[in-house]
């Protein structure tokens, strides 16, 4: 079973080619294991979103492979690697994504569509979570959270379908530095109960003293260009 697998996440010989001549990505060997947790920093550019996007399967590399939980998403084509997705991947976007008009609640529920949850444990759940990063309005509509209420509930969100790991771009981006210091905490706290590994990407050094692991992607893809 892929929930068994000892790697949330494995990447072998990545390869990305953006355009005729243009950007590049190689990364020979990447691995993160459940509750594992990981700061990716790199400068704007480098190509640390393109990585999440690659992981995530939305889209698809010129050769090598991204496993999740054993299964290699890039295998899978169309509604099944969608399905797969929404099943085991979270997603904590930069600008949060939240869709206006919905509550809070809502919008973590929202996520559990493509998951194999049965439909009357939604709302526990989502409360759960909710309650967890602190959230008490929960029928209170996304646009009027404060940015530190709204990246914890995109935070719930990216765990409400039990996913093997969480991907987050940028995730501090629109917050000042002690309430970014404190929502990394809460999401790293959240995905250590929730058994899922973590996987931050961010341009911001002062993330680095939050990690236990780090690594540079640029040190990551030299290293491949010299092997």
Sequence with gaps: MANEHRHALEIKQLAFRYGTGGFELHLPALALSRREEMLLVGRSGCGKSTLLQLVAGLVDPESGTV???GQDIHALRGAARDRFRGRSIGMVFQTFNLLQGFSA???VMIAML??????????PRAESLLASLGIERLDAPAEELS???QQRVAGARALAGKPTPVLADEPT???DPDNAANAVKILRTACREQGAALLVVSHDPSLEVLFPRRE????LTMEGARA
């Design 105 to 107: 609640i809502e919008n």
């Design 173 to 175: 981006a629109s917050l």
């Design 216 to 219: 540079r992607l640029d040190t």
């Design 114 to 123: 493509m998951s194999d949850m049965p439909k009357a444990d939604w709302r």
């Design 67 to 69: 496993s999740i939980g």
């Design 147 to 149: 940015v530190g209420q």
